[in-house]
Nanobody
Framework: QVQLVESGGGLVQAGGSLRLSCTASGRTFSNLAMGWFRQAPGEDREFVAA????????NYADSVKGRFTISRDNAKNTLYLQMNTLKPEDTAIYYC?????????????????WGQGTQVTVSS
């Protein structure tokens, strides 16, 4: 079993930046993909970004392309999400997740372990 703990959320003004981290413990990264999802109030959880074990493959939601960057440090068992040019519509709880496969998939069903989430609030 793996435990995932997110950090780095907070309140930021529109146009600002935040970097989220997700630290894994237990049966950690192995060779699996990792991803970030988010859930805004009253909305379903949605895919944000995913990254392969090596970091060589990434996948982004259209809404964050060019603004967010996903990365990982396997030696530190840590996943990151650098978020730039934040918009009020980015306000959500952000979750990291460990994939069930090596593929950078967008579906929630492709991820087997989840963190508790960290709140990101972007003010206008």
């Amino acid at each position: 079993q793996v435990q995932l703990v997110e950090s780095g959320g907070g309140l930021v003004q529109a146009g600002g930046s935040l970097r989220l981290s997700c630290t894994a413990s237990g049966r950690t990264f192995s060779n699996l993909a990792m991803g970030w999802f988010r859930q805004a109030p009253g909305e379903d959880r949605e895919f944000v970004a995913a990254i392969s074990w090596s970091g060589g493959r990434t996948n982004y939601a259209d809404s964050v392309k060019g603004r967010f960057t996903i990365s990982r440090d396997n030696a530190k068992n840590t996943l990151y999400l650098q978020m730039n040019t934040l918009k009020p519509e980015d306000t959500a709880i952000y979750y990291c997740a460990r994939g069930s496969t090596m593929s950078v998939l967008t579906a929630e069903s492709a991820y087997s372990s989840w963190g508790q989430g960290t709140q990101v609030t972007v003010s206008s």
